[in-house]
């Protein structure tokens, strides 16, 4: 079963950067609708960013507005890894980042939306 291995999570301080990649287990992803999602302790799982093929190695993004002008996703290694570069962190954005892969044309937001999982890597912003 395809497994998507997440990397990059860590202890920062606040106002640092981390950046997080997923890339799968095996077979390939690059027409795939590939995202992040991170859950906090004690709340539900929330989109962060997602990523849409929209032509030969061109992808389309979109995030939250909660992380939008800090966090920057990406597809890179032809499409088949996608990464988040996450800049001036917060306190709140403290949870564990899960990545995520759908085969639908439709880019989701909902968790229901999405085929394929990470383990979650988690992220702790110090003050």
């Known amino acids: 079963q395809v497994q998507l291995m997440e990397s990059g999570g860590g202890l920062v301080q606040a106002g640092g950067s981390l950046r997080l990649s997923c890339t799968p287990s095996?077979?390939?992803?690059?027409?795939?609708?590939m995202a992040w999602f991170r859950q906090a302790p004690g709340k539900d799982r929330e989109f962060v960013a997602a990523?849409?093929?929209?032509?030969?190695?061109?992808?389309?993004?979109e995030s939250s507005d909660s992380v939008k002008g800090r966090f920057t996703i990406s597809r890179v290694n032809a499409g088949n890894t996608v990464n988040l570069q996450m800049n001036s962190l917060k306190l709140e954005d403290t949870a564990v980042y899960y990545c995520?892969?759908?085969?639908?044309?439709?880019?989701?937001?909902?968790?229901?939306?999405?085929?394929?999982w990470g383990q979650g890597t988690q992220v702790t912003v110090s003050s």
């Open positions: 995520a892969a759908s085969r639908s044309n439709e880019l989701g937001r909902r968790v229901a939306d999405y085929d394929y």
């Open positions: 095996e077979g390939t992803f690059t027409n795939s609708i």
């Open positions: 990523t849409r093929r929209i032509g030969h190695l061109r992808y389309s993004a």
